[in-house]
């Protein structure tokens, strides 16, 4: 009875022609009339959803007709094989129907078979480069470069565990889900897994749906229900998924602003960040391809990671790239030392001649043959030098990164100094170096690399130094850790003596 009630409703809203969307549509394409029945029902359920998706591009134009701009406004890479997807607006139908052979979270809906996720693989259809390019970029290994990593797993224990004192210690039970979820791969991403079926009642009946274990979640390095990595929602939320947001920081900010990992404050204080601040009302977030000096006069963290750029003559300045690593030639953020950029973004496959899966020894030695040699370090040096130079003079821009290399050496000295102290106190055993990041003094030790010697890099990297750089958490921090340590070490080494007498 309830499947005939819903389909008299859907009969009924159907006799009513979708029009809103065709008004806006200047291009002449059509919206399937799948989509138009998922219209009929989410627009009283979701009208937040259906009025994001009009403003989008989406809702405006067929793959085929936006395949037909130049090839450097084009904003589609790849065209569907099924000619009917490619002539119709790509609307809800066209997104949640793809590829469901492969999706465990497909179902059915009203009568047709549609996924709840739409994965990077479903967005490889039309954007197919985007997607290889992503495949190759960091984050989307980012749920197995760290769950895949036993010496990040110690880390992350001594963070996210139930803890219980027993027996004058504590005892680490790190196996809670939720937690995760809510914690470390809230930014890394969850893996989604459909552990079964439920039934929800609405107002268009009774409609069974996938349980999906890890949802929500828009973590870089999330594993979907097809297998592929990622969620390109990350950076573009549905469903409007616009150039716009990516380009503009606020975006990156919700995953790169800790004291670990603080690119966008060190961004929001540098100059470049003010400039932004100030004129951003002036800029051109949509325009494709992004030309230098008539778009915007300071960069986004997009114009130096990803942007397709161009000056004002049309010539191609940098290549758009979802991999960002091709722009990167030394990895900044050090565990515990930075060091060249690793080959392959799988960086849980890397391990030091102790053979931990870490990329320097303990001692600094870098894990050379998982890292790119000086010749690709000057060519990626190069690829973002080029944008830089369109708006400073080569000197200015030489002489930045001069400093930065100065700083990843320093910072990299800093803390081959605090590791030498620190295995002193492993040794002797006034620390147990079973779990490296368990103890106090341990935390001290990691609190200098992990957001001291980052912060400074970063500061370097993105604000040519400032006060990331020096009192906030900067240097200054830093060293009051390594005379901690030093200090730490003494007493204890006195107390012995003491003792011993
Ligand atoms: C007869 C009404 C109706 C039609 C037609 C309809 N839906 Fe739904 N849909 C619903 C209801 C009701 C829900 C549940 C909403 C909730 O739980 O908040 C839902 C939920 C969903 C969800 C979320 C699933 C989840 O696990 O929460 C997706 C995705 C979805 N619909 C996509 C579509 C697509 C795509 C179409 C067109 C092919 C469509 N719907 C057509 C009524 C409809
Ligand atoms: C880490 C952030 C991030 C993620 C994740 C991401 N993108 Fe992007 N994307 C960007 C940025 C930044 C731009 C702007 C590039 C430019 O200015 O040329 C962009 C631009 C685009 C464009 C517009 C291209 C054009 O030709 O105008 C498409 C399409 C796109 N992304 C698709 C995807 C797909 C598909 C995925 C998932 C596989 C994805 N993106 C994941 C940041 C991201
Ligand atoms: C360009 C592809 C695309 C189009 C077009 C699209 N969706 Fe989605 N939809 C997605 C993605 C991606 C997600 C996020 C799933 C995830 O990654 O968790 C999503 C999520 C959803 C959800 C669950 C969201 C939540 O917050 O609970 C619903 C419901 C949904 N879509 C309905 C629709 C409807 C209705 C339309 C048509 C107006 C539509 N979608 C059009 C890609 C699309
Ligand atoms: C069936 C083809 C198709 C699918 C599937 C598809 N897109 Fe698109 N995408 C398009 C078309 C068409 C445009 C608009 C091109 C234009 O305006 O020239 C577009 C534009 C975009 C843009 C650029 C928007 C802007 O503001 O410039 C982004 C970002 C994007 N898509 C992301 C995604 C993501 C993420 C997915 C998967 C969740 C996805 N698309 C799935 C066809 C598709
Ligand atoms: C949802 C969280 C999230 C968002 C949003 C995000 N990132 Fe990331 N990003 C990560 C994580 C996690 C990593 C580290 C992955 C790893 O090491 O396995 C990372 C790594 C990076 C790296 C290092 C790449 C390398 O190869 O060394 C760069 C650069 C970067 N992100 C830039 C950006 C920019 C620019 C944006 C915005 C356009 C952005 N990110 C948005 C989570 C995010
Ligand atoms: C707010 C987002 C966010 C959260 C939450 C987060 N991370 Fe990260 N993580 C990042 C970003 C961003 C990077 C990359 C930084 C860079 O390259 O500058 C990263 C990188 C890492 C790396 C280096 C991975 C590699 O490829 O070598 C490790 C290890 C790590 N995080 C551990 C953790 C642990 C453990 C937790 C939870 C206790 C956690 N992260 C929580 C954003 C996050
Ligand atoms: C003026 C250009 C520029 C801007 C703007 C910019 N970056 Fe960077 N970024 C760089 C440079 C240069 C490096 C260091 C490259 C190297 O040594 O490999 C870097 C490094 C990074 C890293 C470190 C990756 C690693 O090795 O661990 C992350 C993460 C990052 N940027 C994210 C961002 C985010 C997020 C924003 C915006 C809030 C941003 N960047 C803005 C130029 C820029
Ligand atoms: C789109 C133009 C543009 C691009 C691209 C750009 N910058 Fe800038 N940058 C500026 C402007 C404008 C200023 C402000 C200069 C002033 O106030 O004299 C600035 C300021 C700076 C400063 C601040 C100096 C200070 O003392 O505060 C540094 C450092 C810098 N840029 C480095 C770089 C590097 C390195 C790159 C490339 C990775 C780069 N910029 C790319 C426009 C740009």
Known sequence: MKKIITSLIVIFLLSFKYSDVDKTNSNNSPISPETEECIMC?????????????NSRHSKISTFNANKKSDLEKRVSSIPSDS???????????????????????????GYIINVVVSPNDCSVCHNEENEQYSKNIMSHAYANLMENKVYLDFKASI???????????????????????????????????????????DFGEFEFPIIEGWPNQGVGRINPDGSKG?????????????????KPYTCSQ?????????????????????????????????????????????????CHSSLLTDTEGNVVAERTHQFNDRLSSRLFGVPYAHPHPISPETHLITNSSGMQLAADLDGTPASEFLINEKEQVERDNEMKQICNKCHSSSWTDNHFIRLNDVIKSSNAYTITATELMLKIWEKGYAD?????????????????????????????????????????????????????????????????KKKK
């Open 42 to 54: 989410h627009s009283t359920l979701h009208p937040g959803i259906i009025k994001d998706w009009e």
């Open 84 to 110: 009917i997807l490619s002539k119709v607006v790509v609307g809800c139908y066209e997104c949640h129907s793809l590829n469901t052979d492969n999706h465990a979270d497909s179902f059915e809906h009203n």
């Open 160 to 202: 996210t565990s139930d803890i219980k004192f027993e027996d004058g210690s504590f005892h680490f039970n790190d196996n809670n889900d939720l937690t995760d979820a809510d914690a470390c791969l809230h930014c890394h991403g969850t893996i989604l897994k459909v552990t079964g079926k439920e039934t929800r009642e609405s």
């Open 231 to 247: 969620a390109c929602t990350s950076c573009h939320p549905r469903h409007d998924f616009s150039i716009e947001t990516a380009r």
């Open 255 to 303: 995953c790169h602003k800790g004291p670990d990992v603080p690119a966008y404050k060190v961004y929001i204080s540098s100059k470049h960040g003010n400039i932004y601040n100030s004129d951003k009302e002036k800029y051109n977030f949509s325009n494709v391809p992004w030309v230098i000096g008539n778009d915007f006069v300071a960069p986004t963290c997009a114009s």
């Open 433 to 497: 170096n079973s779990n490296l990041f368990d103890e106090n003094i341990e935390r001290q030790w990691t609190d200098l690399w992990l957001f001291h010697s980052n912060s400074v890099r970063l500061s370097a990297a993105m604000g040519g130094g400032g006060d990331y750089g020096v009192f906030a958490n900067g240097r200054y921090q830093l060293t009051n850790k390594l005379f901690y340590l030093k200090e730490w070490l003494e007493n204890k080494d006195n107390m012995k003596g």
